[in-house]
């Protein structure tokens, strides 16, 4: 009761299939008690996917405190992430049900973090987080210690994890927490440690230019004079002629 923001009811269930094509849906209502809470946790955040990915908001109501029930036309070009909650006060409810689909990136991993439960100000009810994994698929997972202990089991080649939370107070944060301590969420990637490594060699092998023989042969002509190799100024004023003569526009 003392929440800024207090989510009643949050549900998340995700789903990776054993060609990498992640889903979810997302289920959230929650209670907003001052202004503070209006401006910044209108809305749960939606989880962050890696790879090719989009989201949809299926439905997003107001309760309002007179019984009313407002439908807010959707304002997608808006600059403000909920501009269509405009019609909130202190003390309104809203529910909101999104969902979303993503592909593996370039290299075929798929990566995503689940919404951030706890932020500034915010309690929790009754929040649930339901993970459905294809067995014999290597994952990177990682699970704010808030979260608790994942529940687990295995149903028709499917690896499934569950995470509950209930009854947790407003949560406070310092400046300068870093986010895997900030966050309490569940992160989980298919990327390793070696693929990385793999990637930085590529990436350092493309930048180097002396495995081009044409430019060493122009280097070689423009620093060589009667059979030896210039140094020096004389070096540097070979090689400016020699541009100026083989560029003729900058």
Request: proline share 4%; aromatic share 6%.
């Amino acid at each position: 009761p003392t929440a800024g923001t207090a989510v009643l009811v949050h549900e998340e269930r995700y789903s990776v299939s054993a060609e990498g094509v992640t889903t979810y849906v997302l289920f959230d209502v929650r209670r907003l008690t001052g202004t503070a809470d209006v401006e910044s946790h209108a809305q749960a955040a939606a989880p962050s996917l890696g790879g090719r990915a989009t989201t949809r908001t299926l439905r997003r109501r107001i309760f309002k405190k007179d019984g009313r029930i407002l439908t807010p036309d959707q304002t997608p070009r808006a600059s403000q992430a909920h501009a269509d909650l405009s019609q909130l006060e202190a003390g309104d409810y809203v529910e909101a049900i999104y969902t979303g689909v993503a592909l593996p990136n370039d290299r075929g991993d798929v990566a995503f973090d689940t919404t951030d439960l706890l932020p500034e100000r915010t309690g929790v009810a009754k929040a649930t987080l339901e993970i459905r994994l294809p067995t014999g698929k290597p994952f990177a997972t990682f699970a704010h210690p808030l979260l608790g202990k994942a529940t687990e089991r295995t149903e028709s080649g499917t690896r499934i994890l569950s995470y509950s939370l209930t009854n947790h107070l407003g949560r406070r944060c310092e400046d300068g927490t870093p986010k895997m301590d900030r966050s309490c969420n569940f992160s989980l990637s298919s990327a390793r440690w070696s693929d990385l490594g793999e990637s930085l060699a590529e990436t350092v092998a493309s930048l180097d230019d002396r495995g081009s023989p044409e430019v060493s042969a122009w280097i070689a002509e423009a620093s060589t004079k009667d059979g030896k190799r210039l140094e020096g100024r004389a070096l540097v004023d070979a090689l400016v002629a020699a541009s100026g003569q083989a560029l003729k526009v900058a």
